[in-house]
């Protein structure tokens, strides 16, 4: 009981420090009930079972901890040689003059504050439900938080395949600010988006993302998450997928103190494909974690999670996947791999693979290692004339490639890969 109580007090501090929004109509009636349930659940604590192996506490405090600037003349934009409609969030405000017009052919966009004042609008059905859906049978209340107390974002509806992607960037300019951000998505049936994300944010980040793909389909998403060492960042990523839909995400982070990728995705429709993937790289005070649980739910799916970690000099990083595969949920291909490769005896992995199945004729597998560079492999290079630290990097990046490859874009995946190449160089002065 004080247990629950101490929870329940922090989610109270937290509202403290915070103004919460003003709404009405549908947009009040969703704010308020995310309220009440944060209020009967109460913030994570490090004794939650999907927090043992992360410490929420400077994800809960009232006030964000400081996080200072980063900055290297020498580092392009992520994205920035890629054809995109950019949409600019400066420590979690939109930032107007430096985004393009909301307009594409194919897709409808809006701010989360122009959708929330309608009497009347799409986003009713998504806004708050599939965060309130994902809350079972893990709560996630630091998503509920953000329903219940977001300041921006934006609302995107594909109606067709959109001509270009939409580029979420996310500036960090204060070494104090505390962004709460939340996006709905939805995507018609038989339309295409792809939406990119990169930029720390924030000294402290709080997003949560709402994606309904309607049957046939298919949404896109790559992030990368930003190189300021010391911010903080949970976010949430839901999604409701419908039949033959198509759903692939991916996320490259480098550096920050404290981040939680947490992911929530429902194969509602039969022969509906999910495929989440990721790949860190970390260095020194570096937490990283990644939280998925993938539910099938209907005839014929696939889902693929595939992550992999980089760490050195004393970082961590954790991997909870689950996958849930229901009674009638027949011929359900589900696959998970978490691996770490650790550069040295400082670092450290935690792997939680789990899987649920009621139903019978299924093929699920999920696997976990741990290791160090192979020496043999080392050892073959090293004897081609490989310099030591090219050799290295090259098995680096050779670990990597598996959840590279899931990025359907070759362009947008080849600079992924120079992205970690250039995390590579800077490793070595």
Not at 97 to 122: C, K, N, T, V
Not at 144 to 158: F, Q, Y
């Amino acid at each position: 009981m004080a247990l629950a109580q101490a929870k329940i007090d922090a989610a109270e501090a937290r509202l403290a420090a915070l103004s919460l929004p003003e709404s009405t109509g549908w947009a009040q009636t969703a704010r308020a009930d995310a309220l009440a349930r944060l209020r009967a659940m109460g913030l994570p604590g490090r004794r939650d079972e999907y927090w043992k192996y992360t410490d929420p506490s400077s994800l809960t405090a009232p006030e964000a901890p400081r996080a200072a600037l980063f900055s290297d003349p020498s580092d392009a934009p992520v994205f920035g040689e890629i054809d995109r409609l950019k949409i600019v969030f400066v420590d979690g405000i939109f930032d107007a003059e430096a985004s393009d017009p909301l307009e594409m052919a194919g897709i409808e966009i809006e701010r989360l504050d122009a959708a929330m004042q309608a009497d009347i609008h799409w986003a009713k059905d998504v806004y708050g439900v599939l965060e309130a859906r994902g809350q079972s049978p893990v709560e996630r209340p630091l998503a509920t938080l953000n329903t219940a107390c977001a300041t921006d974002g934006v609302v995107i509806r594909a109606t067709a395949r959109a001509e270009k992607p939409v580029n979420l960037i996310y500036l960090h300019k204060s070494e104090s600010s505390d962004a709460i951000l939340h996006h709905v998505v939805k995507i018609e049936s038989g339309a295409e988006l792809t939406v990119l994300e990169n930029g720390p944010a924030a000294a402290r980040f709080n997003k949560v993302m709402e994606v309904e793909v309607a049957d046939g389909g298919a949404f896109h998403h790559i992030r990368t998450q930003g190189r300021d060492h010391e911010r903080r960042a949970v976010t949430h990523l839901f999604a409701r997928l419908g039949a033959e839909s198509l759903f692939k995400s991916f996320t490259m982070t480098a550096n920050g103190v404290m981040t939680r990728n947490e992911a929530v995705i429902e194969m509602a429709g039969d022969d509906a494909s999910a495929h989440i993937a990721g790949a860190a790289l970390g260095d020194g005070e570096f937490h990283h974690d990644d939280t998925v649980f993938i539910t099938h739910d209907a005839l014929n799916c696939e889902s693929r999670q595939v992550f992999k970690k980089v760490l050195r000099n004393g970082a961590t990083g954790v991997f909870q996947g689950k996958i849930l595969v229901k009674a009638g949920a027949q011929k359900t291909d589900g696959y998970q791999i978490s691996q770490s490769l650790l550069l040295d005896d400082d670092s450290q992995f935690y792997a939680k693979p789990e899987l649920e199945i009621y139903a019978d004729d299924v093929a699920c597998s999920h696997g976990s290692t741990t290791g160090a560079i192979d020496e043999d492999a080392l050892f073959y290079l090293r004897s081609r004339g490989v310099p030591l630290a090219r050799a290295q990097d090259m098995l680096v990046l050779a670990f990597l490639a598996e959840a590279i490859e899931e990025i359907a874009d070759e362009t947008i995946a080849d600079e992924i890969l120079a992205r970690l190449r250039g995390w590579l160089d800077r490793r070595h002065g």
